[in-house]
T-cell receptor, first 116, second 116 residues
Framework: NAGVTQTPKFRILKIGQSMTLQCTQD?????MYWYRQDPGMGLKLIYY???????DKGEVPNGYNVSRSTTEDFPLRLELAAPSQTSVYFC???????????????FGPGTRLTVT | AQSVAQPEDQVNVAEGNPLTVKCTYS??????LFWYVQYPNRGLQFLLK??????LVKGSYGFEAEFNKSQTSFHLKKPSALVSDSALYFC??????????????FGTGTKLQVIP
């Protein structure tokens, strides 16, 4: 099992450019998440999905979009990149079902994004 | 609203000494509590969790944590620290449930430095 994989590992964007961060998991988890991590701020949830075709906003969704067409893939789209989106982005997945919040999350290695 | 507090930004401990990383939480109803570890330039890795049952939970790499309901705490402990334990540690809480998505709130992290 590869677990959760993310591409790219690093990216530099100019203000106003767009990009898609890719995330794939091979554990057949139905829950998937996107977080951003800023120094000293912990993790902030951007979007989450409880299954293919179902997505919802987290704490900080502005400037981002997601889709979930398959169980395995959960790409994050940045439109019109801004310096405030400079961060490290993590994708995660977990089992979901009865007592879904009792299950731990599995994280990808992250994408370090700089917007200049 | 649920929350997690990790009161220490950094904890320094000598190799071989016991370590404690503190976590307190606030959530309505029964809590599900988690500890994750993050090594440099890596994603978070699950260490252990409390769902129900015995208040002392044992996890990976010799770590354990004690759930204290009256003090709303879930401190991470290890009897003898290793230099390789040096990393960033996150506590997380969600509300116990019987189904459906429940928000997970992460603390801001505590950097553990084990001194040789």
């Amino acid at each position: 099992n590869a677990g959760v994989t993310q591409t790219p590992k690093f990216r530099i964007l100019k203000i106003g450019q767009s990009m898609t961060l890719q995330c794939t998991q091979d554990m057949n988890h139905n829950y998937m998440y996107w977080y951003r991590q800023d120094p000293g701020m912990g993790l902030k949830l951007i979007y989450y999905s409880v299954g293919a075709g179902i997505t919802d906003k987290g704490e900080v969704p502005n400037g981002y979009n997601v889709s979930r067409s398959t169980t395995e893939d959960f790409p994050l789209r940045l439109e019109l990149a801004a310096p405030s989106q400079t961060s490290v982005y993590f994708c995660a997945s977990s089992y979901g079902g009865r007592r879904s919040s009792s299950y731990e999350q599995y994280f990808g290695p992250g994408t370090r994004l700089t917007v200049t | 609203a649920q929350s997690v507090a990790q009161p220490e930004d950094q904890v320094n401990v000598a190799e071989g000494n016991p370590l404690t990383v503190k976590c307190t939480y606030s959530v309505s109803g029964n809590p599900y509590l988690f500890w994750y570890v993050q090594y440099p330039n890596r994603g978070l890795q699950f260490l252990l969790k409390y769902i129900t049952g015995d208040n002392l939970v044992k996890g990976s790499y010799g770590f354990e944590a004690e759930f204290n309901k009256s003090q709303t705490s879930f401190h991470l402990k290890k009897p003898s620290a290793l230099v390789s334990d040096s990393a960033l540690y996150f506590c997380a809480v969600s509300r116990g449930n019987s189904g459906g998505y429940q928000k997970v709130t992460f603390g801001t992290g505590t950097k553990l430095q084990v001194i040789p």
